[in-house]
């Protein structure tokens, strides 16, 4: 299963270092991580997308849990939630129509356009990762000179 | 405004508020070797009340905090310098997180600027240490130092104990500044305890009230809560049949009748066979390791499981339980306790399986095999049980010997062995002893060793000796890696690769070189002499036993297979 957990940590030097070796020594595995101060400087908020079965996913969150450090740990239900991550496309252009048609998907997706040149331009897109990678798959026939992405960050909905 | 004065801000170097603060946390010994990087901190020691224990190399320093911590329930204390003495301390680090035993350790570093720039002896030790320790200091203003102090020993002892290091560079041991030592702290991402709850404890008695065949499996977790009393009377209340896990072993008496020892792969037979034909396990303070359970499949398939743990992310990590309770394990068998009073639950009548439990025992006592010999194992260890009163304290090396200490000396009294039974550290029973008789200068101490395992930390002998600390050496010297050659025996077409020891170094010769007392037993009549010789005596004892290279310890349930599948002495 794909999961989402919210991990809130103080915001100390050597806490990014801790949970990915919590991961790495434990043998879990992760997808995509996100890090950010909070509005309160004391804190920041990590962003960890994981592929594992259920019980695995559970041992994460304990193990997450028992780390001095971490203040709240949450696995998110992915419907009650807010998730985007935001990605950096370089796509190639090879005759003049390319241009048109890749600004076309790209508006479909409620990207942006940068960076405009006779030989490529540049996609910002900010999706969850699912249309992320349908968009991805649209484009690769364009040709796809680099990507950049910066993982998922998440909040839940209020009230639930 | 007695609260005022203690709080009173001082100024005083880094090195003095670690003293200090660890006078107010009541340590009364630090067990260590100084160097460069700590020398500010050693210094201290000629002005302050706590004695320095020095070991002759760094993880035997962290073995004896480990053995105080284990004995005491307080955190034992070692001191270490940067570089290799701060690298030499990862294996007690390690072996105390595995078995969640409280120790701080102390390390010096180098100074705050030199960090980062390969400094001479500068080791990353709070990168490296990040997997084997319950939690980590780096203090980089001396004014930091009370609180990491404070805190670093209430993480070790609460909750599910473990190791603490505090890493202070030499500059910030140095400096001076304003200390303030702080009674009330915060830690706001620790929760040791949780309360048990209280519906959970309920449907865990009906649980064992509707199963025909429980049992209880008393774990480590058992032994660190002390539950002892708790333990046996939920036992005996319920009829329950007791099995432990290694680590567990004596945390209920083992000549009690419901009593079945250790299970695992060097189980007892009787242990093992009625784990096996149990319906419903009690399991208290385990993770269910796979020495102990065999296959997490076959363990789980059949039974249904109640697991009492402090750790709430053991729940569920090797085994999947039908009833969880976490919290601390004493405080959940008394709410189990009170419920039962409660209820009004009168002690059960011998059932037919209770009945079957105790004539599977009694089977096992007349008929497993043991070796031949008048120095066989089984022999020379309940010799040693004959002769030691039940309050002694037992450490072991890591090897047969160990497995034999498990099959063939029973516990008495609770809470009186301790072996690295998580890690498998040889070299750990020695030091260790040490620091069980510095916390109980007052009962005898007595490492169980093999050959191979002593000769690990074998240099402790000059500490026993210097610091007057006069444990006993018991080596069942089969002058091989026995464990290892077993396997070879066993699993690797007895091509014997690296065991042979050669019959070096001599024992005896080896004690008496540190001035200690070596005696060698090669006879029933001999052994009795040397134990009772060693128990009178004021002075380390070491008593070499040379016995059978080829004995086996069995039985053996072979890794990756059920519990089920128990080899059995033929």
């Known amino acids: ?160 | 405004m007695a609260i005022d004065l203690i709080n009173k801000m001082e100024t005083m170097t880094g090195a003095k508020a670690l003293m200090t603060a660890m006078e107010k946390e009541g340590v009364k010994q630090v067990f260590g070797i100084p160097g460069g990087a700590n020398l500010p901190m050693y210094d201290e020691f000629a002005r302050c009340n706590i004695r320095h224990i020095l070991a002759r190399h760094e993880q035997s320093a962290t073995h004896m905090a480990d053995g105080f911590g284990r004995v005491s329930r307080k955190p034992g204390v070692c001191f270490a310098t940067s570089g290799p003495g701060a690298t030499n301390i990862l294996t007690g680090l390690a072996t105390a997180q595995a078995d969640s035993s409280p120790i701080v350790a102390v390390t010096g570093q180098v100074p705050v600027a030199m960090i980062g720039k390969d400094a001479f002896q500068e080791s990353d030790i709070i990168g490296m240490s990040n997997p084997v320790v319950k939690y980590a200091f780096q203090p980089r203003q001396a004014s930091e130092v009370p609180e990491a102090v404070r805190k670093g020993f209430y993480i070790a002892r609460t909750g599910r104990p473990g190791p603490v290091l505090i890493d202070i560079p030499k500059d910030v041991q140095q400096a001076e500044a304003e200390m303030e030592f702080p009674d009330e702290f915060k830690i706001q991402g620790y929760h040791p305890w949780a309360d048990p709850d209280i519906v959970a404890c309920e449907r865990a008695i009906d649980m064992l009230l509707n199963s025909e065949k429980p049992i209880i499996l008393a774990g480590g977790g058992t032994i660190i809560s002390s539950a002892f009393a708790e333990l046996q009377s939920i036992a005996e209340t319920l009829m329950l049949p007791v099995v432990t896990t290694f680590k567990g072993k004596g945390a209920f008496p083992e000549n009690h009748p419901l009593s079945l020892g250790p299970i695992g792969m060097h189980g007892h037979a009787e242990a093992n066979k009625m784990m096996t034909e149990a319906d419903c396990v009690l399991a208290i303070g385990t993770r269910f390791s796979d020495r102990s359970v065999g296959t997490f499949e076959a363990f789980e398939k059949r039974l249904k499981i109640i697991h009492l743990d402090v750790d709430p992310a053991e729940i569920g990590k090797n085994q999947t339980a039908q009833v969880a309770v976490v919290g601390d394990v004493k405080a959940s068998l008394r709410i189990m306790i009170k419920l039962l009073l409660k209820r009004a639950v009168k002690k059960t009548e011998e059932t037919p399986w209770v009945k079957h439990v105790k004539e599977t025992k009694a089977y096992w006592k007349e008929n497993l095999k043991i070796h031949p010999g008048e120095m066989g194992a089984a022999k020379i260890l309940r010799k040693l049980r004959e002769l030691l009163p039940h309050k002694s304290i037992i450490t072991t090396e890591v090897g047969q010997h160990q497995m034999w200490a498990s099959l063939f000396y029973d516990v008495i009294q609770p809470g009186t062995f301790f072996s690295s039974t998580g890690l498998g550290t040889m070299g750990w029973g020695f030091p260790a002893s040490i620091g069980a008789k510095v916390a109980r200068p007052d009962v005898p101490v007595v490492d169980i060793a093999g050959d191979g395992s002593f000769a690990m930390t074998e240099n402790s002998l000059a500490t026993a000796v210097l610091e007057d600390i006069p444990v006993i050496v018991f080596i069942l010297n089969n002058f091989t890696l026995g464990m290892v050659a077993q396997w070879q025996r066993t699993f690797y077409d007895r091509r014997m690769i690296g065991v042979d020891q050669k019959h070096c170094p001599d024992y005896v010769k080896l004690a008496e070189s540190y001035g200690a007392q070596g005696i060698r037993a090669q006879s029933m009549d001999e052994l009795d002499k040397a134990i009772k010789t060693a128990l009178s005596s004021d002075v380390a004892t070491v008593i070499d036993i040379p016995i059978d290279p080829e004995e086996d310890v069995l039985p053996f349930v072979a890794p990756g297979t059920p519990l089920a599948d128990m080899v059995l002495p033929s």
């Open chain 1, 1 to 160: 299963m794909w999961a989402i957990i919210s991990i809130l940590v103080e915001n100390k030097t050597g806490i990014l270092f801790k949970v990915t070796n919590l991961f790495r020594s434990r043998n879990f595995n992760i997808d995509s991580i996100s890090v950010g101060v909070t509005e309160n400087p004391a804190y920041s908020r990590m962003t960890i997308t994981t592929n594992s079965d259920e019980k695995q996913v559970a041992q994460i969150v304990k193990q997450l849990d028992k780390m001095i450090d971490t203040v709240e740990v949450k696995q998110l239900d992915e419907h009650k939630t807010v998730y985007r991550e935001l990605c950096l496309f370089m796509i190639k252009l090879s005759n003049a129509n390319d241009s048109m048609e890749v600004n076309k998907i790209a508006t479909a997706y409620g990207g942006k356009v940068h960076d405009v040149k006779k030989e490529s331009l540049m996609v910002e897109l900010t999706a969850t990762p699912h249309q992320i990678q349908a968009f991805e798959e649209l484009i690769k026939p364009f040709g796809i000179i680099d990507v950049a992405r910066t993982g998922v960050a998440a909040l839940q909905r209020s009230g639930s």
